[in-house]
């Protein structure tokens, strides 16, 4: 069984920062082979698909937050991160860690981000 464990959200001026964690664990010997993503879901819409980090480290970003955000990989803790700054209003969602393709049974509870003056 594989479990991932997203962490780092919460409530953050507009403008500001803020730094997700994504921790996989369980019965997984080939991490560093998987593409991984963020993913998030705002009130009343899709979860979409925000930015993507392949086996080589190879990075893609939605254009809603391309230049402000960035994810990265540590294959040997098993992680995936996502340093958010300059953020805005829109970006409140909660958000979520996944494989590409995603697989429905990786999803997690999801970590809460509230952008609010």
């Known amino acids: 069984q594989v479990q991932l464990v997203e962490s780092g959200g919460g409530l953050v001026l507009p403008g500001g920062s803020l730094r997700l964690s994504c921790t996989v664990s369980?019965?997984?010997?080939?991490?560093?082979?998987?593409?991984m993503g963020w993913y998030r879901q705002a009130p009343g819409k899709d979860r979409e698909l925000v930015a993507s980090?392949?086996?080589?480290?190879?990075?893609n970003y939605a254009d809603s937050v391309k230049g402000r955000f960035t994810i990265s990989r540590d294959n040997a803790k098993k992680m995936v991160n996502l340093q958010m700054n300059s953020l805005k209003p829109e970006d409140t969602a909660v958000y979520y860690c996944?494989?590409?393709?995603?697989?429905?049974?990786?999803w997690g509870q999801g970590t809460q981000v509230t952008v609010s003056s």
């Open positions: 996944n494989s590409l393709p995603l697989k429905p049974e990786y």
């Open positions: 369980g019965n997984i010997f080939t991490f560093s082979l998987m593409s």
């Open positions: 980090i392949s086996s080589h480290s190879t990075t």
